[in-house]
């Protein structure tokens, strides 16, 4: 099976509690490999960009204001299969549904301080690597 790119990202609410290792090692652990990984404080305006697909949402002021509150971690991981493993470790968007063993059981908060974020196919994948990182900055 061809190695694959996913876009991670560890949020304010898991920078704020300082979990960033305790993540990372948990995707690590997964068989996933972090190639680029930079701490940013997004503003409103990177962070309204980054969640543009989710604008009509109702939770989408909510969202722009706890991604913009303080340090997030953003990566790119390189494994087999590194959209649906990373999915499948993070678990459930609302904690409350997570399986057992994963990051979001494990740490999130709630369903809007839910510790990570995770592409969810390939095109996503591809679009939010480049929001973040340029090719030279991703070494595999
Ligand atoms: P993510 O994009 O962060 O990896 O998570 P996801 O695919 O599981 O969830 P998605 O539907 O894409 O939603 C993006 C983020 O918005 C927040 N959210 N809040 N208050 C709410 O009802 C609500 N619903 C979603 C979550 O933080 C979710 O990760
Ligand atoms: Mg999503």
Known sequence: M?????????????????????????LED????????????????????????HKERPFFGELVESMSSGPTVVQ???????????????????????AEGTIRKSFALSIGENSVHGSDAPETAAQEIKYWFSDTEIVG
Do not use: C, H, Q
């Open 2 to 26: 061809a190695l694959e790119r996913t876009f991670s990202m560890i949020k304010p609410d898991a920078t704020r509690r300082n979990l960033t290792g305790a993540i990372t090692k948990a």
């Open 30 to 53: 997964a068989g996933l490999r972090v190639v680029a990984s930079r701490r940013v404080w997004m503003s409103r305006r990177e962070a309204e960009g980054f969640y543009a697909v």
């Open 76 to 98: 790119v991981l390189e494994g087999e299969n590194a959209i649906a493993r990373n999915r499948e470790v993070m678990g459930a968007t609302n904690p409350a549904d997570a």
